[in-house]
Every structure is written in structure tokens, then in C-alpha cells.
């Protein structure tokens, strides 16, 4: 809150999911699984959504995949055995 103003509200299920990051006029983020929705006046448009490895990202031209990068180093013991 800013003074009596609502700058952000969060809304969560019991178990933690969130379901909403929004102003005071509702307008933001609202969650569904793995899918993020942005919400402006009454346009509610997908933002993103979660695949296995990144995301699938709305974009001005369509939907493009974007992949996380990551290093993947062995364990081995001290006989060198992964």
C-alpha cells in the first residue's frame, strides 16, 4: 500500500499456489497451472506458459519458445566411476 492506495495485491491458494498479481483495478497477472495471463482492462491474453526444459513466451508476431540453459556435471567417486 501506498498511504490508502493498493499499489499490488497477491492472491494465493491455501496451499501456496498463486492465482493473481494484480493492481488496484484488477488489472496484471493471473496464473492457471502452467500458464500465465496478462489482464488489461478486459483483454486477458496468455503471457507465457511453463514446457519441460523453458517456456513458451507470447510475443507481438506470435509465440516463440525460449529454453533454459543448463550444465549438467557428473558426480563420479574417487575411482573416477560415475
Not at 43 to 56: D, H, K, N, V
Not at 67 to 72: A, E, I, K, Q, S
Amino acid at each position: 500500500m501506498h498511504g490508502d492506495t493498493i499499489v499490488a495485491k497477491y492472491s494465493y491458494l491455501w496451499d501456496g499456489t498463486k492465482l493473481s498479481a494484480t493492481d488496484s483495478a484488477g488489472n496484471g497477472l493471473y496464473y492457471s497451472g502452467s500458464l500465465i495471463y496478462t489482464k488489461h482492462g478486459a483483454a486477458l491474453t496468455m503471457e507465457s506458459c511453463a514446457l519441460t526444459g523453458g517456456r513458451f513466451v507470447a510475443t507481438a508476431t506470435g509465440v516463440e519458445a525460449r529454453y533454459f540453459v543448463t550444465d549438467h556435471l557428473p558426480f563420479d567417486n574417487r575411482n573416477g566411476v560415475i
